[in-house]
């Protein structure tokens, strides 16, 4: 009789004299009855259904057990009735109180990793699909806070490539299971290109027992290096890697794996979509977004702009007969806009979009245009960026720099050599600013004999470059009278606790830069000594950034030399604008400087670190 509002019970039973067999309470299941129940929920449901408000004890249990919290799936199904926003999510992961084990979701972002990693460092399984918001970046700052970590999946996550899987091999060392899907088999057929990148960064997971690569670009070598450093695999699916051909050598191999399925074989059982294989000859695959809508370059348009020839697929001589005839009304033709006006359009594309996308293929003009308009090429910006989804060699910065026939302003880019310099100085001679990232192939004696060949030279910064240090800055700023900005960053602050070890060369160097009105030395050795002759000379000076120099004290003297200095950013100061990656601060007793340390090279993204 539970069904019957209580008063009309009350009647009844006065009415026929009789008792009311009472009827069951959900709020007195026990617990553990209570969980089972809940148990066969889906967390979402849990989270966004009516369980929590069947009665008050149902509500406590549905908010503060953690057992139900252990394993949390937030991907979109079709029983869902709404999207599962971040918020959501993570709401879920606070309430699984630093047990949940397992998390699986969409569209997840470097926040919400980063956020995952603090409130649930016992995570083991890890599936993250259709992320476009996680980056190499975000990704690797994350991952060294999952050190338990057996299972994980990281499926049409566009941003997330190269040589990022090392460093997941080396940060999760109980790793067994590993599932990488692409959208589709895109192979690029340039000679030079490099397949089996992700392949020898993958074969560092040694413990792995269970591998999907579904719609990879490797080769016989990148499997073959799978195998060989992998030696507890027994799954294997490689299935629309059709970059592969199993040989006799292969095939032997092979034989020691339990289950595999092969790059022909069946995707009846695949649980996303799969697109047709690509083959091209270039060596990148650029998606553009214009609209919020991914494109590929043969169907890319300049927004903003009407469509070009509406029948340039006719025949030139029957769209005169059109013409004439008067049933086709002619359309805009690209190819006779002013030169200024067609300036003006492709100065909104970035130079690397010129070079390898689709802007010198709409006509003859624009492709004349994009070769020998020297104006286009006056600031040329090579840098690696999450939005490019396609690598930067050097053969293409050089012909970047060819083409501004002398006149270029501006250079910055990213794994530079001593060769390029040498090439960028002798076509660039009125270049005015250089940024160099990352260039651990660039050595001292390579800068100085390039630098003297830049004397306009305003702007510099030389961020990451292992093998440029000491004394290389005295002649930089001898060569480069002009140099009003300089900027040199490491990734951690690296200090020598040794008394005989000079502190403050670099930046005795860096006291005969003048001219100088804007500074920047993130994680630098120096001490008080070393910025107070940086201050003596450099009486220009405007912007000083010294954030994680910690050898610095600011006492009385040193604080007066700064007070005329408008913005100063001090040792201890935030870091949140600051663009690179930043590992821990290191004192050491050891004469190996930071440079002996394999890690440098690599610190653009934070995270794994090995210091003794």
């Known amino acids: 009789m539970s069904s019957l509002p209580s008063r009309r019970r009350r009647r009844r039973q006065l009415r026929c004299g009789g008792d009311v067999r009472p009827s069951a309470d959900w709020a007195d299941l026990p617990i553990d009855v209570l969980l089972s129940v809940l148990h066969k929920l889906d967390p979402m449901e849990l989270m966004m259904g ?45 309430r699984g109180s630093r047990r949940c084990e397992a998390f699986c ?103 792995l027992r269970s591998l999907q690569l579904l719609g990879s670009e490797l080769t016989n070598k990148g499997l073959t290096a799978i195998l060989d450093n992998c030696t507890r695999l027994e799954y294997l699916d490689i299935r629309h890697c059709f970059n592969i051909c199993f040989d006799t050598t292969l095939r032997a191999k092979c034989a020691r794996i339990k289950t595999m399925k092969l790059p022909h074989g069946s995707t009846a059982d695949y649980d996303l979509e799969i697109g047709i294989p690509i083959r091209r000859r270039s060596k990148t695959c650029i998606l553009w977004k214009f609209g919020g809508k991914e494109v590929c370059p043969a169907d890319c348009r300049v927004p903003g702009l009407p469509q070009a020839h509406a029948m340039s697929s006719i025949p030139s001589g029957r769209r005169r007969r059109l013409r004439r005839s008067g049933e086709v009304r002619p359309s805009a033709d690209w190819a006779d806009l002013p030169i200024d006006a067609l300036l003006s359009v492709l100065h909104k594309l970035e130079p690397i979009e010129l070079m390898v996308g689709s802007a010198g293929r709409v006509c003859r003009s624009w492709r004349r245009a994009v070769r020998d308009e020297p104006e286009l090429w006056r ?10 989804l396609y690598r930067i060699d050097e053969r293409t910065a050089r012909e970047a720099v060819r083409r501004s026939s002398g006149r270029c302003e501006a250079f910055w880019g990213e794994d530079a050599t001593d060769h390029f310099l040498l090439f960028l100085a002798e076509h660039a001679p009125t270049l005015k600013s250089l940024r160099l990232i990352s260039s651990n192939h660039i050595s001292n004696e390579g800068l100085i004999e390039s630098i003297n060949k830049f004397p306009m030279l305003e702007e510099l910064e030389l961020s990451l470059c292992k093998n440029v240090f000491g004394k290389v800055y005295e002649v930089i700023g001898i060569a480069c009278p002009r140099l009003k900005s300089f900027r040199l960053s490491y990734p951690c602050f690296y200090s020598i606790e040794d008394a005989e070890y000079n502190k403050d060369e670099e930046a005795m160097g860096i006291a005969t830069m003048s001219a100088l009105r804007s500074l920047q030395l993130f994680g630098s050795e120096l001490t008080n000594k070393g910025l107070t002759s940086i201050l003596d000379n450099c009486t220009h000076l405007e912007h000083l950034d010294i954030r994680h120099c910690f050898n610095i004290y600011f006492d009385t003297a040193l604080r007066a030399k700064c007070a005329r200095i408008k913005t100063t950013r001090p040792p201890h100061g935030s870091t ?37």
């Open 50 to 94: 009516g369980a929590g408000r069947v009665c008050r004890s149902w509500r406590r249990a549905v908010r503060d057990e953690p057992e139900l919290w252990r394993r949390i799936d937030t991907r979109f199904r079709k029983g869902h009735r709404c999207e599962i926003y971040e918020d959501t999510a993570k709401e879920a992961v606070r």
């Open 379 to 388: 600031r040329i910006d090579m840098r690696a960026r999450k939005d490019r």
């Open 576 to 612: 949140d604008d600051y663009e690179f990656y930043i590992g821990n601060p290191v004192r050491t007793r050891s004469r190996k400087t930071r440079r002996d340390y394999a890690f440098f090279g690599n610190s653009i993204y934070r995270g794994f670190q090995v210091v003794p």
């Open 105 to 207: 979701g969409e569209d997840a972002s470097d926040h919400f990793l980063l956020f995952l990693a603090e409130h649930a460092p016992t995570l083991k399984s890890l599936r993250l699909i259709f992320s476009d918001r996680i980056s190499n970046e975000g990704l690797l700052e994350a991952i060294n806070k999952f050190p338990v970590l057996e299972e994980l999946e990281l499926s049409r996550c566009k941003h997330v490539f190269g040589k990022v899987y090392k460093f997941i091999g080396i940060a999760c060392p109980h790793l067994k299971s590993f599932r990488l899907s692409c959208l589709h088999s895109y192979s690029s057929e340039a000679a030079k290109y490099n397949k089996d990148e992700e392949a020898m960064a993958i074969s560092t997971m040694s413990t």
